[in-house]
């Protein structure tokens, strides 16, 4: 058990009807997290293949609501790539179309749509996507998008450009600032500290059950709990090693050659030993669990972060908490205890007592936090409703695998101002896609500059490839980039696709991108930093960072 379950909802008719139909993405994000996604709101600019498979995505788990900005009237050409859209509604508004569609999908869920671009709605209300929680734009010409992004980036709030062109796709990420208290690694290990930080209250119990483990039957013997068996051996280790608990491969080795010598023999024969999975299960956890608990660098890092280190009446609740943790570990010289117990083989009573030793000494932890969190809301004149009680168990409980990503905006990957080594890498290897990356951003300031999409027509897809070219070396040259040999080619595949969007490329990157949205939305989950590129063509996923 590397995580507890979140706790039920309460048990209405109406609420028990609600965690029946999220069951399994209640497992994955929580009643918190689906707390969060329910109170989001999304807006979605144009209602294109893509934007309502993303959005299909969003409104089927229960998004709160969500906002179409589509100008576009529906034509036959959407109605033949689009599932959301009606044949029958051709001629009306694209946006209103598809709102309707999707909200059947889900009676819970509000949608809205506004039939106006970009400009016009911030012009009649330059305050429009402040009160959205996730901006996502498909197909955006670049004066519009790098006008949005300006704003966004301004606002803090995220925002995902997703495009597709035939057999091509990407996803950039735009976010100021992203905390994520819940990363859910798939490396968690147990939080037993049975090397540092041991308190007084376990280490009393593990010594009394090591103790009398001598003296136990055979089935208590093969039912205790892992932790009694590493502490018992660790503590004979130490006393013929000066102290020093097995540190490298060979100790650890020799360390679960010691703790196999421990396992009864059979009745029978004493050649044989008994199968006490228990002390195979200590053997396994001495790789993670026999080491020295040291506090990790990205928690330390976001713990002396300046927005934890001097708060103000502007401050984030997060990083009140944070600073809250960085007083504990000041005192402490530890971060906060988790509380949660892995599954074992164990008796239920003793297994049970030993949950319940981390779990108080976890409680205690908090409390103190918690304390200290109230004193810093007072004094730095914030809401008192900032930070609630089961915000600072999560983080306490999550200390150790913390993560603050800070992106990169739009306006300084465009202008040049940014990194632009992963992409260049990406340039200089043959099989990396970092080129087509490239050639759809030209694709994206051709739109804006010429009013059109490239190869539209057939007749001109050859003059379009030469001013497309010209576009792509323009702006490669902005960006500080060298594109190799054979780019000639790549844009002229590109400018044959004409901006068609095959519902397949559609499907896919929507539902990739319904997926970073709700590693946005809900606050869990590391979401992508920052580029992600698919080619149907050869079925590869290239991740790029700028």
Not at 82 to 94: K, T
Not at 119 to 133: A, I, K, P, R, W
Not at 190 to 216: G, P
Not at 346 to 352: F, G, N
Request: proline residues 4%; negative net charge; aromatic residues 8%.
């Amino acid at each position: 058990m590397s995580s507890t379950p979140s706790p039920g909802m309460p048990n209405s008719p109406m609420q028990s009807e609600k965690a029946k139909r999220y069951d399994r993405q209640l497992r994955l994000w929580g009643d918190h997290g689906q707390s969060a996604l329910e109170h989001a709101s999304v807006c979605l600019i144009n209602a294109t293949a893509t934007g309502t498979e993303i959005l299909k995505s969003l409104v089927l788990p229960g998004v709160g609501s969500f906002t179409i900005l589509d100008p576009h009237k529906l034509s036959g050409e959407d109605v033949g790539n689009n599932f959301f859209l009606d044949p029958d509604f051709i001629g009306g508004s694209r946006g209103e179309c598809a709102m309707r569609l999707l909200l059947e999908m889900n009676h819970e869920v509000r949608g809205d749509c506004v039939q106006e671009t970009v400009e016009q709605v911030l012009e009649n209300n330059s305050t429009f996507f402040s009160s959205f929680s996730l901006v996502i734009s498909c197909g955006l010409p670049e004066k519009s998008l790098l006008t949005l992004s300006k704003i966004l980036w301004h606002e803090n709030i995220p925002l995902l450009a997703v495009k597709t062109t035939g057999f091509l796709g990407y996803i950039r990420l735009q976010v100021q600032e992203h905390f994520i208290v819940e990363t859910h690694p798939d490396d968690r290990t147990a939080d037993l500290r049975l090397v540092d930080n041991m308190w007084a209250e376990l280490e009393a119990w593990l010594s009394k059950e090591a103790e009398r483990m001598d003296q136990m039957t055979r089935q208590e013997h093969s039912h205790t709990p892992y932790p009694v068996i590493l502490h018992k051996f660790l503590r004979l280790w130490k006393a013929d090693h000066d102290g020093n608990i097995p540190s490298n491969y060979k100790e650890k080795r020799e360390f679960k050659e010691f703790l196999k010598t421990g396992i009864l023999k059979r009745e029978n024969n004493n050649e044989v030993d008994e199968d006490e999975e228990n002390f195979a299960e200590a053997v396994r956890a001495v790789n993670t669990v026999i080491t020295h608990n040291r506090i990790p660098q990205n928690t330390l890092k976001i713990l002396n972060d300046e927005c934890a280190s001097h708060l103000n009446n502007k401050s984030k609740g997060l990083w009140v908490i944070a600073n809250a943790v960085k007083r504990f570990v000041d005192i402490e010289q530890r971060l906060p205890v988790e509380g949660l117990v892995p599954d074992m083989f164990s008796d239920s009573a003793r297994y049970v007592e030993l949950h319940n030793i981390y779990r108080d000494r976890s409680n205690h932890d908090v409390e103190s936090v918690l304390k200290t969190v109230s004193q810093l809301i007072e004094s730095c004149n914030l809401p008192k409703d900032i930070v609630t009680e089961p915000e600072v168990r999560r983080f306490c409980r999550e200390s150790r695998f913390l993560r603050v990503e800070r992106g990169c905006s739009l306006e300084t990957e465009y202008s040049g101002a940014g990194s632009t080594s992963s992409l260049q890498s990406g340039l200089e290897d043959p099989d990396s896609d970092a080129l087509y990356y490239l050639v759809l951003r030209a694709v994206d300031r051709y739109t804006s500059e010429y009013g059109s999409i490239p190869g539209e027509t057939y007749t001109e897809v050859e003059s379009d490839t030469v001013k497309l070219k010209a576009v792509f070396t323009k702006m490669c040259s902005e960006a500080g980039l060298h594109p190799p040999p054979g780019q000639d080619d790549h844009i002229h595949e590109v400018c044959r696709y004409g901006g068609a969007e095959l519902h397949t490329v559609a499907a896919f990157l929507g539902g990739c991108v319904a997926h970073e949205s709700i590693k946005l939305l809900t606050g869990q989950y590391v979401p992508i930093d920052n580029i992600v590129l698919y080619n149907a063509v050869t079925s590869n996923v290239s991740t790029f960072k700028v």
